[in-house]
């Protein structure tokens, strides 16, 4: 994760298992009332208030493109590439930019606001149940009673096959 | 060598070697697997025309015989396949191979220490033929390729030791020390060394041997060298590093006793013979038979050192990724500038030093971007140059009077562009000459045509590409043979009658393809035009060909231009901004209403210069929102793209900025952005991202 990364690491999760269990981290935010995590192996960084510049002939959930330090960074909006309605930016103080790095692509996602970062073991993700299969999400995350996470699918976000 | 050649021999020297390095590269990692694929074949097959023409030119005779053999070799096995040849023989393959490309090497390394060719070389020739005769006519295979080795070898040494003067001595091994010329008292010099060696403790006899006491030796070795004879194989190493630690050596060569081994290859034939090959596989730089081949590297350093012209230090090849980061940071710093002298904190204030600072800065960064731009940048004239000297030459090989127009060679390309182009050209112009125009001037009469050919050779920009054309007025194509050459060689994928001018013409860029059965020394074999292609569409560019029979032909390389710093344009149209390159713009100008014209279908026209173009309104096209949609209130831009020509409607013009262009992301390749209008991206002083607008696509999406 780089160090400028700003995120609020979450104290409750200090207890070590005694047995070396395969744990990853994860990011989680908020989009449109549901709970993503995302890998934080792909999280570059968290920005906020960037200018986004529109580019034409593009579906709608390509916000744009955003100048970040030089680099050309493309941004999708993750309420409308579910195809839920748009969040007003204006008036939406917590919502930001999530930079993820997928492969060597880059990519910029606008979720509603960022919430923690979690270490969860390998063993906790379950998949998704047939019935509710859903676009961009390959699994499901239970961190306590009452919290479960949609673990959302990075190599899907940036695959060609699926847009 | 005048000096007028200078830069083309410079161009030659940097071509071929690092065709060398390639073919080593590959001869390698071949060997490795001990076999050639198909992909091998056609590279070396290549790297051998390139070498062979590009020497031609030059008039290297020894190294355009070898390439021309090794091509012959590689085209009987182009055409059989790897598989005609028997395992045993591929190892011999290898081995011939090896040596030829020392014999080239060599070869090139006397040209770049400007030292006279090897005139002789009917033997390496002599074993590429017989190589050749060898696989294909298997039944003979029987014949164990080592003899030629063998029974090569000690007459070939034999022949080298008396070329070197050999003193009488049955010591199985010389060393022929030469010192540098002019550094006077050889003899004291070699008797110096014959003391460093006699520290050793090795046996060793010297030539001539009254080193000590005779100043009159210093002339005999001046003019044939000193000689040691070692005994021993093992003690050539410490010699040579003894010989290599002392002063004022020029060069040094080990020469095996030819005599001797002659003599012991009789007895042991076998052992002699299987020596051989297997260390010239060794060591890649084996120069000649002449030096036993553990030798040969540390041989050659140091006579490469004393050597080193300055022919060799005038080009140094950089990699490009290195020019690309550079070029983004400079991008970065031209942005950066701006982005400090214009600081809204600064605004308003007066700040007659930082001011001063600034402009300096600015001046600063300016000749550095041209620099950093000038470094890709080169003018296709040296490719260009090279034409002139092959239809020179041709022409008085093939003894047809052609002259040869150049136009637009001050045209700047991509450093990367035109390397990768100029094989191409070369083979198109070279097509040209041989097939294209009239074998003699009475033919050109009686169709009426000038007696003298002309091929003409121009480079145009066009804004967002170069393109090049190879014109020539000679016979132009034949399309029926076209079809029933391509039908012979079973190119055809549909029935005949199907095919279009077009496809027909298409059908000469697929390989294996050559409309001309004779085999010359510039070409033929069909393997000009699939290369061609293939090199071009390497560097994003295109080829078309386009023919009148008895009329000439034309072949065009559309070629991108991947510039990373454009002049660009900046427009308005409601909150985005985008630019449009200077080059694509002839005029911009504001109309009234009444200019416009409809078409049927209701599109806007307008007309300039006589002329009517139609009008596209990008914030209709890209469903911009904006406030200015009056015709009046806006301002037209007359673009051109090559023959496409329309006038954009925009809100207004911002300014004319150079701009660094940048691509789009990856990511968004997978929405056909490339199609949509847009070439790429740059960063404005800023911060903010202007998008770049592609000309001639934009025109054809908003035709749908």
């Known amino acids: 994760m780089s160090e400028d990364t700003k995120i609020i690491i979450d104290d409750d999760m200090d207890e070590v298992g005694e047995i070396e269990v395969e744990k990853e981290r994860f990011l989680t935010f908020r989009s449109a009332d549901l709970t993503f995590a995302v890998n934080t192996k792909y999280v570059i960084e968290i920005i906020t208030n960037h200018s986004i510049t529109t580019l034409p002939m593009v579906p709608e959930y390509i916000k744009g493109i955003i100048n970040l330090r030089g680099q050309i960074i493309p941004i999708v909006d993750i309420r409308l590439r579910l195809g839920k309605p748009s969040i007003d930016m204006e008036n939406n103080e917590s919502n930001c930019i999530i930079v993820l790095d997928i492969d060597s692509i880059s990519v910029g996602i606008i979720v509603d606001s960022v919430s923690q970062v979690v270490d969860s073991e390998l063993s906790k993700i379950s998949p998704v149940p047939v019935n509710n299969q859903r676009e961009l999400v390959n699994g499901m995350i239970s961190l306590d009673v009452n919290n479960v996470v949609l673990l959302l699918d990075c190599e899907q976000l940036v695959d060609t096959q699926t847009i | ?704």
Request: net charge negative; hydrophobic share 40%.
């Open chain 2, 1 to 704: 060598m005048d000096n007028g050649t200078d830069s083309m021999l410079d161009m030659y020297l940097f071509e071929t070697n690092s065709l060398m390095e390639q073919l080593d590269e590959l001869l390698i990692e071949a060997e490795k697997v001990e076999e050639f694929s198909t992909d091998d074949v056609n590279e070396i097959f290549r790297i051998m025309h390139t070498i062979k023409g590009s020497s031609a030119m030059m008039e290297f005779t020894s190294l355009n015989q070898i390439a021309h053999h090794i091509e012959d070799l590689f085209f009987y096995i182009r055409e059989n396949g790897m598989d005609s040849i028997a395992p045993e023989l591929k190892k011999s393959l290898f081995n011939l191979m090896f040596k030829s490309t020392d014999m080239l090497r060599t070869e090139i390394e006397k040209v770049e220490n400007n030292e006279p060719l090897t005139e002789n070389i009917d033997n390496i020739i002599g074993e590429i033929n017989s190589f050749l005769n060898k696989i294909s006519n298997t039944s003979s295979a029987a014949d164990s390729p080592e003899d030629t080795g063998g029974n090569d070898g000690p007459s070939v040494a034999e022949l080298n030791m008396e070329l070197a003067n050999c003193p009488d001595d049955d010591a199985p091994f010389f060393i022929k020390v030469i010192f540098e010329e002019g550094c006077g008292m050889e003899n004291l010099r070699a008797f110096m060394l014959v003391n460093a060696l006699q520290d050793l403790g090795l046996p060793f006899r010297f030539y001539p041997d009254d080193v000590e006491n005779n100043s009159a030796s210093a002339q005999a070795i001046v003019e044939k060298g000193f000689f040691l004879a070692l005994l021993e194989e093992e003690h050539i190493e410490k010699v040579i590093n003894t010989i290599t630690g002392t002063s004022h050596i020029h060069s040094y060569e080990v020469i095996e006793n030819a005599r001797l081994k002659g003599a012991q290859a009789e007895g042991d034939p076998d052992k002699a013979a299987e020596a051989k090959p297997a260390d010239t596989v060794k060591d890649t730089p084996a120069p000649a038979a002449s030096t036993s081949p553990a030798e040969a590297p540390a041989k050659q350093a140091p006579a490469s050192r004393a050597h080193s012209g300055p022919v060799k230090q005038s080009l140094i090849s950089v990699n490009l990724s290195k020019l690309d980061a550079l070029v983004a940071i400079v991008g970065e710093i031209v942005i950066t500038e701006s982005m400090v002298t214009s600081s809204p904190d600064i605004q308003g204030l007066k700040l007659d030093n930082f001011m001063k600072s600034t402009r300096q800065l600015r001046k600063l960064t300016k000749d550095l971007q041209d620099l950093a731009m000038s470094l890709r940048m080169v003018p296709v004239s040296g490719v260009f140059q090279k034409m002139n000297r092959i239809v020179r030459d041709m022409k008085q090989k093939l003894n047809k009077d052609v002259r040869l127009t150049i136009i637009g060679e001050d045209t700047e390309l991509d450093k990367s562009i035109v390397d990768g182009i100029s094989d191409p050209i070369m083979h198109i112009v070279r097509n040209s000459m041989d097939h294209g125009v009239e074998v003699t001037s009475a033919e050109r009469v009686a169709a009426g045509k000038d007696p003298q050919a002309e091929i003409i050779l121009s480079a145009t920009h066009t804004g967002s590409e170069v393109i090049i054309k190879v014109e020539d007025d000679g016979y132009g194509m034949d399309t029926e043979k076209i079809l029933a050459k391509a039908a012979n060689n079973g190119l055809l994928i549909k029935p005949e009658s199907e095919y279009t001018k077009k496809e027909i013409l298409g059908l000469l860029l697929l390989p294996g393809f050559s409309t001309n059965e004779e085999v010359t020394e510039y070409s033929g074999r069909g393997v000009g035009m699939d290369v061609v292609k293939r090199n071009v569409e390497s560097v994003g560019g295109t080829v078309s060909i386009s023919s009148e029979l008895g009329q000439g032909s034309c072949t065009t390389l559309k070629i991108p231009l991947t510039m990373a710093i454009v002049d660009g344009m900046e427009i308005a149209v409601g909150q985005s901004i985008f630019t449009v390159p200077i080059a694509n713009i002839r005029q911009s100008f504001k109309v009234s209403n009444e200019d416009v014209v409809y078409d049927a279908e209701g599109n806007e026209i307008v007309k300039c210069m006589n002329e009517f173009y139609p009008i596209i309104r990008v914030h209709q096209l890209y469903n911009v929102e904006t406030e200015v949609t009056n015709i009046e209130d806006g301002i037209l831009i007359w673009v051109e793209a090559s023959d496409t020509s329309y006038c954009l409607f925009v809100d207004e013009l911002l300014g004319e900025q150079q701009v660094v262009v940048k691509p789009l992301p990856s990511y968004l390749n997978n929405f056909n952005i490339k199609n949509s209008g847009i070439s790429g991206c740059t960063i404005l002083g800023n911060g903010n991202i202007s998008i770049i607008l592609d000309i001639l696509s934009l025109y054809e999406m908003a035709q749908y």
